[in-house]
């Protein structure tokens, strides 16, 4: 999630929130916005880069809420209208997707009420989190999902919970969801919609070649990492492995418990693991 604002007026923000290249695609932004202009203006300024842009109306955090991003415009469907409309209306591109992520209400005839209202700008789908803004660690609601997939033509996107590909039939039943938007379970495992249950170390070794071909700095690099092994490796090992605080110790951890070196003379292999 990037902030829309940020984004537009100031040329470091760009240049430290949003890289890509041309392998990167398909390729949908998202921002956080709390107005028309933002949201537009951002999404002009990335149109020839990416595939979409989504609003997001999920965000729970105290900060985002605080500025009148996220979950703070689940209460305010007109203003989600007139910023979709207006950014649908910007774009000369019919393939472009507009699109938002949103949580539900507790009260679910509201949350169907946004979702008729987002409906009507053209929007391209919607991303149902199927928990509340109070919500962490509870049960998805799939009922509400399927609700909101029954109230609207638009497709419906399902996010919460999504471990593994063998999910994905059972959540498609009971929501009507055409797809699935997840953030954890792909951070722990990239290779999941290639049908993993476990990251394989040829996805690793891809995560390194890129990490080192593109320069990218060590935090995030070791980041990655530590979400990827987390279920290849004992606890006492992520506690040694997650300490490391050099890229070097990173790699020299990783040559010894995997085998594993940066191959940096093949960058074809940068497609889906296999």
């Not at 290849?232 to 490391?244: G, H, K, Q, V, Y």
Request: aromatic share 8%; hydrophobic share 35%.
């Amino acid at each position: 999630m990037i902030v829309a604002n940020s984004f537009v007026t100031s040329c470091k923000a760009r240049e430290n929130e949003f890289t890509t290249n041309e392998n990167d695609r398909p390729l949908i932004v998202q921002f956080a916005a709390n107005n028309a202009e933002d949201f537009a203006n951002a999404t002009e300024l990335v149109t020839q880069l990416c595939d979409g842009v989504d609003l997001n109306c999920g965000c729970p955090q105290s900060w985002a809420i605080h500025d009148g991003y996220g979950v703070d415009l689940l209460d305010k469907p007109e203003k989600v209208s007139v910023i979709l409309k207006q950014t649908r209306n910007r774009v000369n591109n019919n393939d472009f997707t507009v699109s938002m992520k949103i949580r539900i209400h507790d009260d679910l005839k509201r949350t169907v009420e946004l979702c008729r209202r987002a409906e009507m700008t053209g929007i391209s789908f919607i991303s149902v989190h199927g928990r509340t803004k109070n919500q962490r660690n509870e049960p998805v609601n799939l009922d509400a999902v399927r609700l909101i997939s029954d109230s609207i033509s638009a497709p419906v996107v399902f996010n919460g919970d999504f471990r593994s590909m063998e999910d994905f039939k059972n959540i498609q039943d009971d929501t009507g969801a055409k797809g699935v938007m997840v953030g954890r379970g792909l951070l722990d495992n990239p290779a999941l919609f290639a049908g993993y249950n476990l990251t394989p170390v040829d996805c690793i070794q891809r995560w390194l070649n890129i990490s080192l071909s593109y320069g990218i700095s060590f935090t995030p690099f070791h980041q990655h990492l530590m979400y990827m092994c987390k279920k290849l490796l004992p606890r006492s090992e992520r506690r040694i492995f997650n300490a490391l605080s050099t890229m070097d110790s990173v790699l020299d951890y990783l040559n010894n418990r995997f085998g594993l070196s940066p191959e940096l003379d093949d960058l074809s292999k940068f497609g889906t693991c296999s």
